[in-house]
């Protein structure tokens, strides 16, 4: 008898096996055509000069990574990313926690508040760039307005010609439109959380913050993972293009 249920539950096994490895298949052969064998030539072709005017393919090693490495141009590249990507990623965090949190707090008109905090994600990038563009437009453009009308500015200033503002006015405009998506999967995350876990926690004594910082941020934390981390440069591209 045991041994039936053994043979049973083996075979049970098997083509449950069987039949989730037929539902990888096509995406791991998707996954390695489209990712893994460009990456893999590229790795390949990083360790040749090749070049479209000159016939041949010599070795030359990690001669272009010495040469990339030694570029101040790419190392300067580099730089405006990292500063790029750190403060994009507090200013989503930040801005979509505090996001999440105001609209789990709303009980009236939850649907139309949500529906305006998602519209600058579901906007093409382009025409966010396009937006922003005209808004930092130095002749006419509404920050210059408003930063005239306040008397902080006196002329037309050209925002992009400093390295730092252009780089934080960038981020915003990335911020602008990928904190909805985090606001969004974070407060699912919190309207998933028991209200019978803070009920207790205030029965213990447990403060505001404590419920905050015991409850709220670990039980979001699958949230904080589902997150998309995917940094698009096209808003950019399109902001700092030569003749905008």
Sequence with gaps: MASALTREKTRRFGGEASLGIAFVIPMVVIMGGLV?????STMIDSVYNVSPMRAGTPFVGFKNYIDLFNNTTVNQSWRNTFYYVVLAV???????????????K???GRRWLLAAVVLPWCLPPVVNAVVWMWIYNPSYGLLTGVLHSTGLLTGPTLFFNNRYVMLFLVTLVHVWRMMPLTAVILLAALQSIPKDLYQAARLDGASSFKCFRLITLPLISGGWRLRSANQRF??????TKPGS
């Design 90 to 104: 507090v200013l989503e965090t930040a801005g979509g926690l505090a996001t999440a949190l105001l609209l789990n």
């Design 106 to 108: 709303v009980q009236i």
């Design 36 to 40: 893994l064998l460009p990456l893999l």
């Design 234 to 239: 096209l808003p950019s591209t399109c902001l």
